[in-house]
């Protein structure tokens, strides 16, 4: 396993992710769950759930892995980033008021195995890469039993421990929270460019990607901004790469109105334009919501919330009327 700290100047500095923070004895860092013990850095949460429920897949979200299964989530607290909108600010920003007691690894594992309709286990909620040694000991003996693994994350994480972390997650939905530096300084205390870095990186391991960007109204809601976002993703990652947009609604310290509806179909319609798979969430509108063939344009997946009806594909994940691969990764018992 790599070492994901070293001593400097008599701190142990952090490798796991791009802040680097260089801990004296007994100090925490950004993310307020790896602190320094005199002699290494530790994860002060390993073993630790603060979320334990079995979602459909299409949640996390993923569209174009297993559509129609489930997936057993499990989640701790604390991230290394500090966004004035986070979602789930409650687990992100603090320690939860109640935990969930303590449940070990044999049992998360007996449990994706025997409930209905699931595929495997998603490390999401709060943000996993900081829950590192845990993730890796949980997705490796998931493994072994045949299940799949998903990380739900902010992509904010060096390319060392990313090299680690695709051998065992096999799907992921990263967080590209806008396509301009000042947003991620501003709001989320953290940078653009390694996140992209991470990106490109786990497209190069061959790990299913799909990607997620909230719409703040004012924030990232330029449709310039929208059309340099997907040009670089069709560019740099593929134009197949499953793209969500979600529409924001008012919590923790922002307190901008939501999204427009007709703001957030404009941004669907731009990136459209250079990506096969764009969807929409967190909308009432009934586009952005199923997947055509991106060579025919046949039908071939129904959403309702989180209903899924998958039509025109035959046993392989392929369109039953032209055979272009939509879903690499499919079932359809």
Known sequence: ?????????????????????????????????????????????YNILSGYSLDPV???????????????????????????????????????????PEINISKIIKDALFVENNIGIAFTYNEPVIWFEYMRDVAETAKKEGLYTIMVSNGFVNSEPLGEITEFIDAFNI????????????????????????????????KHLEITTLVIPGQNDDEKEMELQSEWIAGELGKDIPFHLSRYFP???????????????KLFDIASKNLDYVYMGNSHSDIGQNTWCSSCGTEVTIRSGYKTRLINLDEDGKCACCGNLIYKYFTSS
Do not use: W
């Open 58 to 100: 299409e949640k996390k979200p993923l569209y174009h892995f297993f559509p129609g299964y489930n997936v057993l989530s499990i989640g701790s607290f604390g991230c290394n980033m500090k966004c004035d909108f986070c979602q789930n600010y409650h687990i992100s920003q603090k320690i939860p008021e109640s935990l969930i």
């Open 251 to 265: 919590t923790y310290k922002r307190d901008t109105p939501p999204t427009d509806e007709e703001s957030l179909k």
């Open 175 to 206: 967080d590209l929270k806008a396509f301009n530096n000042n947003f991620y300084r501003k709001l989320t205390g953290a940078e653009l460019e390694p996140v992209k870095n991470s990106l490109k990186q786990i497209v190069r391991s061959g």
């Open 1 to 45: 396993m790599i070492s994901l700290f070293k001593r400097t100047n008599g701190k142990l500095e952090c490798l796991l992710c791009p802040h680097y923070c260089k801990l004296a004895h007994g100090k925490s860092g950004i993310c307020g769950v790896r602190k320094n013990t005199g002699e290494k850095i530790v994860l002060m949460t």
